[in-house]
């Protein structure tokens, strides 16, 4: 399984920008980088997946390096809502099933 | 609403006891997953069933066992309770058994505490 670096926490003002870092150096080819965020009191939440490219949603955007050992996800404007615990798993996409969660980000947004 | 149902919401046992959890998928979904979510330990992957059958395991204990049955809902049977039991577990589905490119969704959880 590959292993993810999350910094513990970060802080951000409500309407900024967040970029939320993650290292995963030891990813394999077909592995697809997926954040789920947690919300307090609640289930994770799928955000946004990715392979190569970056890709944008209704939620947020990934930007993966070129050579797919981070990646960034960016909140455009972030609210009050938005205050969760972020994850940073690559998702096996060979046979076996797991997704495996990480001790995440914290984000605070601060009004 | 993630349109992945747990029940019970909130299960209080004592030591020793048994109990199950129970898990519905979304509809159509034919992969179910198991998490445990203790303070100290984070979010622990389980067990993943796929359309009936076991296809990939984590940090499952032995006292734990799972199955997913024809309708494919799923049951985390728990026995022997211990007070390190205590936690929230977690139900996901997703179509696939390949989570690469597929999105899990998750359940609202059971809180289980073990006095």
């Known amino acids: 399984d590959a292993k993810t670096t999350q910094p513990n926490s970060m802080e951000s003002n409500e309407e900024e920008p967040v970029h939320l870092p993650c290292n995963h150096s030891t990813i394999s080819g077909t592995d697809y980088i997926h954040w789920y965020r947690q919300l307090p009191s609640q289930g994770p939440e799928y955000v946004i997946h990715?392979?190569?490219s970056n890709v944008n949603n209704r939620m947020a955007s990934l930007a993966i390096a070129e050579d797919r050992k981070s990646s960034t996800l960016i909140l455009h404007r972030a609210t009050l809502r938005d205050a969760a615990v972020y994850y940073c798993i690559p998702a096996d996409s060979g046979n076996t099933g797991k997704l495996i969660f990480g001790q995440g980000t914290t984000l605070q947004v601060k009004p | 609403d993630s349109g992945v149902t747990q029940t019970p919401k909130h299960l209080i046992t004592a030591t020793g006891q048994r109990v199950t959890l129970r898990c519905s998928p979304r509809?159509?979904?034919?992969?179910v997953y198991w998490y445990q979510q203790s303070l100290d330990q984070g979010l622990q992957f389980l067990i993943q069933y796929y359309n009936g059958e076991e296809r990939a395991k984590g940090n499952i204990l032995e006292r734990f066992s799972a199955q997913q049955f024809p309708d494919l809902h799923s049951e985390l049977n728990l026995s022997s309770l211990e007070l390190g039991d205590s936690a929230l577990y977690f139900c996901?589905?997703?179509?696939?058994?390949?989570?690469?490119?597929?999105?899990?969704?998750f359940g609202q959880g059971t809180r289980l505490t073990v006095v």
């Open positions: 990715g392979l190569t």
């Open positions: 509809s159509g979904d034919l992969s």
């Open positions: 996901a589905s997703s179509p696939s058994y390949r989570p690469g490119n597929t999105e899990a969704f």
